[in-house]
């Protein structure tokens, strides 16, 4: 769709209006990204409101300073609105989607013209279940339930003393409209394992057949997506609904035109959520719950029925499937070659090349084939409870008896499916033909998919003082197949936005790792902050390199010094372990002075180190890798940013060493094609943690000297912001 004259006229008098409204002055890198995005998606064909030209992204690089969520939101909302789509924005951290929701938007409209709404999505587990409520207060005031066992479900849990109270007070205050069910609103923070015993899934939740359908707190924010012009998710629900299709919890793909901001973390979420897993032992107790469940659940279910006849060939497949777990167990126990880390007393092995050993791979189709059919008889005895709530048909069941189990052997039913997911990814061993070779054929034309590494597989066994486990995993390498079928070949339109995106200079890495459409725009807009001006970088003499075992006492010798002056210091470590040694060799010496982000909360941290700040006392936060990202620390609150050793990946990660391996085989070098470009970016990103708004400065200071000393270093140091450098011989 060409941007019609009226649409471009909404763009260039909305930035007037708001640049007016808040008295701020336009910004060169805020007009490009404004440009960039109007004109990417002014360019898509469309016939009906299908989009016609091929998939394509406007992918747009935007520093800290660029205002890229206002430049978006201007480009994107008048072209949405005039092509019916849904404008879905999706963050990665929630403090940017609270901006955005309570800030951004609510700021726009006020400085604007702009006439459009807007709704915050969640997922169905960010929600009270009322009926799940209900019955946790009906177990405890009665003992175990024979109609709704919910310790079943979540286990003995770990509730602390007045949990009933806390319920009832949940109860008393959802009631009267005080708290609207959202797990976020609640004043409090709540542990998960009690907020496990109020919420629910879509397995498990009867929909319209519940009793307080009427008055779901789920349900009812579920309305306002709907009619909104605009949807602020998060990308993990973005991936949760295309792992569902797509349209089930958002817009449908192709009636939606995405901005995904924060987007460099898009492609691990990718990979998190098409990973899986299964604790060998732990699911063997599982098992035994079923057992339970299933036991309680026969007296409600007259002899001879369908139901019943479910219920038996649901134990039968029980049964085997425990059986070809014990089996799994002693194998992979037995003929593996785990070499324990004592301290963490775990062990880690990874299956080179995802390759397993031929008496494992037939083990992991016996369990596929078995854990298949237990999947698959719990599904027939969803649908028989189904039935129940349909006046229509006749059922073996009686409603309420389909009310009470219907979320247990719900929820049975979905962790079958989780762990099938497991047993499917291992049944294919690379090289051997697939399970379903017609529908991969299929897969493989319909999504333009590129040759990638097989599948990383690897177990960790653990110890505790009296159990054991050995968990199995399994986890695509690359995301970009995934992402391009499930996403990009079906969007209307999407943009991608961050302030680090490319590595070394160039976007290879992104476009690799996220699968984008060979049509996909790229671009660079400059940050309005004058980095000569404002900041140093700085590689002060350092005799020791961290390969070193010195390295660490030097470390604690040189930062003494470097905070010395310094009211607000960010000294960030690349592992645990040296943080605590460096801290724990200065605190005697400065007690007050540092602290950790391990030591309580993070927004107590913070807060901590902004009330010593605010006193005029000196301040010292030592953090790794989530400070070196996801902190905000704007003027006084941070002059200085200590890097003691490059961010290089850990070298036992599976995924990473899969890639690696795969790297290799195909001839290439992973150091540089993969470790200095995602060490590229996490530098970047710990930098960028100095100058946060137009009037900041300081100094960066890194003490890991292989930046001056090795040949990548000058590309990672090329990479950073044009900071004024200051090297030591």
């Known amino acids: 769709m060409a941007l019609s004259e009226d649409v471009k006229q909404q763009i260039q008098q909305t930035y007037r209006d708001v640049l007016a409204g808040k008295d701020i002055r336009a910004r060169y890198g805020q007009r490009l990204m404004i440009a960039e995005i109007a004109r990417y998606m002014g360019d898509i064909t469309e016939n009906d409101g299908q989009r016609t030209s091929p998939a394509g992204t406007c992918v747009v690089e935007a520093g800290t300073g660029t205002g890229k969520t206002l430049a978006y939101l201007i480009a994107a909302i008048p072209v949405a609105r005039a092509l019916g789509k849904t404008l879905v924005i999706s963050t990665a951290t929630v403090a940017l989607q609270d901006q955005i929701v309570h800030k951004d938007l609510p700021d726009l409209k006020k400085h604007s013209k702009q006439d459009f709404t807007w709704t915050l999505a969640k997922g169905r587990g960010r929600y009270l279940c009322m009926s799940r409520l209900e019955a946790r207060l009906h177990d405890e005031g009665n003992g175990d339930s024979d109609t709704m066992p919910l310790f079943l479900l979540d286990g003995p849990g770990k509730e602390e003393p007045g949990t009933r109270a806390f319920f009832e007070d949940m ?3 959802y009631g009267s409209r005080k708290w609207d069910g959202d797990r976020d609103h609640w004043p409090d923070q709540i542990p998960d394992d009690v907020w496990r015993q109020v919420t629910t899934d879509h397995r498990q939740c009867t929909n319209r057949h519940c009793s307080y359908f009427d008055s779901c707190a789920f349900f009812d924010a579920r309305k306002d997506l709907d009619d909104a012009d605009i949807v602020v998710a998060n990308h993990d629900l973005v991936l949760a609904d295309l792992a569902l299709g797509g349209g089930a919890i958002l817009p449908e793909p192709e009636n939606a035109l995405f ?6 973390h898009l492609p691990d979420k990718a990979l998190n959520h098409f ?4 604790p060998l032992n732990s699911t063997r107790q599982w098992l035994k719950q079923l057992s339970q469940a299933l036991g309680k659940m026969q007296p409600f279910l007259s002899p001879g029925t369908q139901a019943a006849k479910t219920i038996d060939r649901i134990s039968s497949a029980s049964r085997e499937v425990d059986l070809t777990l014990a089996k799994v167990y002693e194998e992979a126990e037995q003929n593996t070659g785990w070499e324990f880390n004592e301290e963490r007393r775990s062990a880690q092995w990874r299956y080179p090349e995802g390759a397993l050993p031929e008496a494992l791979a037939g083990l992991a189709v016996e369990a596929r084939i078995a854990t298949a059919t237990l999947a698959r008889q719990l599904g027939v005895m969803v649908e028989e409870l189904q039935t129940a709530f349909d006046e229509r048909k006749a059922s073996d ?7 009470s189990w219907y979320p247990v052997i719900g929820s049975f039913h979905s962790r079958a499916e989780d762990q099938l997911r497991l047993w499917a990814a291992w049944s294919d061993n690379p090289g051997q033909p697939a399970a379903d070779p017609e529908q991969s054929q299929q897969d493989a034309a319909k999504t333009k998919q590129r040759a990638g590494p097989p599948a990383a597989r690897w177990a960790v066994r653990q110890r505790w003082d009296h159990a054991e ?3 199995l995993f399994s986890s695509p390498v690359l995301a970009d197949n995934l992402l391009y079928s499930r996403l990009w ?7 991608l936005t961050s302030a680090t995106l490319t590595a070394l200079g160039r976007f290879d890495r992104l476009k690799a790792r996220a699968g984008l459409p060979e049509t996909s725009r790229f671009v660079v807009v400059p940050s309005s902050f004058r980095y000569g001006e404002m900041a ?5 003499a350092m005799t020791a390199m961290p390969t070193d075992d010195s390295f660490t006492d030097q470390v604690v010798s040189r930062l003494p010094d470097l905070w010395a002056g310094e009211k607000a210091t960010l000294v960030l470590f690349t592992s645990r372990r040296q943080m605590k040694l460096v801290r724990d060799a200065l605190a005697p010496e400065y007690p007050d002075l540092i602290t950790t982000q391990d030591d309580m909360a993070k927004g107590e941290v913070l807060r901590r180190h902004c009330s010593r700040v605010d006193e005029g006392l000196p301040s010292v936060l030592f953090g790794v890798a989530s400070f070196a990202e996801g902190i905000d620390l704007p003027g006084k609150y941070l002059s200085h940013v200590v890097i003691t050793r490059l961010p290089f990946s850990v070298p036992d990660d ?3 060493a899969s890639l690696a391996e795969w790297v290799t085989h195909r001839g290439g070098n992973p150091f540089m094609e993969i470790t200095v470009p995602d060490a590229s970016i996490k530098l970047v990103q710990a930098v960028g943690r100095l100058l946060r708004t137009e009037s900041d400065t300081g100094r960066v200071t890194i003490l890991d000297r292989r930046i001056i000393a090795r040949r990548y270093g000058q590309l990672l140091l090329d990479a950073l912001p044009p900071f004024r450098r200051i090297i030591e011989p």
């Open 171 to 173: 109860l008393a205050s």
């Open 259 to 264: 901005i995904f901001d924060e987007a460099h």
């Open 536 to 540: 140093t970088v700085e590689v002060p």
């Open 275 to 278: 990973a899986a897993s299964v």
């Open 654 to 656: 599976p995924i990473e």
């Open 397 to 403: 069941v009686d409603r309420d008896t389909a009310e």
């Open 469 to 471: 486990d050995i968990t």
């Open 489 to 495: 070949s079906r969007a209307y339109g999407a943009v």
